[in-house]
């Protein structure tokens, strides 16, 4: 069984958490080391589209994989961002979240992780630039690890 993401559909391989209304996957091209997204499991494209059972449900599984990540990455805090709807930034139109490990100094301006975030799918994004099936296999793998 496959996963939809927007247009995309999504290995279970690259998956390492489902609940009974959200599912978590590893980040193709990452801005930091542990960034990965969380989504609805129903492909709805904006976040006022889903029902209080989803939202509660997106919401309590960023909370337990914002905990996983930034543990298995060594971070000391997170960024936790949603860009919901285009003008925001969204390229791929299903609700997800973006949980981002942070550490200090890992960005001059802290707040560039943000511009990082708006352009890392937009601008010069190509299959090139995409990590390998099996490395990101290898990752969702070691982030399933702490759910079981
Ligand atoms: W958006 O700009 O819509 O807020 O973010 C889309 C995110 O989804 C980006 O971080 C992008 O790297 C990621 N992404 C897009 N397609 C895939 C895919 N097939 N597998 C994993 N990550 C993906």
New binding site residues.
Partial sequence: MSFR?GQ?L?KPS?VFLKTELSFA???????VPG?V?VCPLRPVERFRDLNPDEVADLFQTTQRVGSVVEKHFQGTSLTVA??DGPEA????KHV?V?VLPRKAGDFHRNDSIYDE?QK???EEDSPALWRSEED?ATEAAALRAYFQ
């Fill in positions: 993401f995309h999504i690259v996957l590893v980040n193709r091209k990452p801005v960034h997204l949603m860009q930034g969204q390229t791929v997800h973006h975030l890392h799918d937009k990101m």
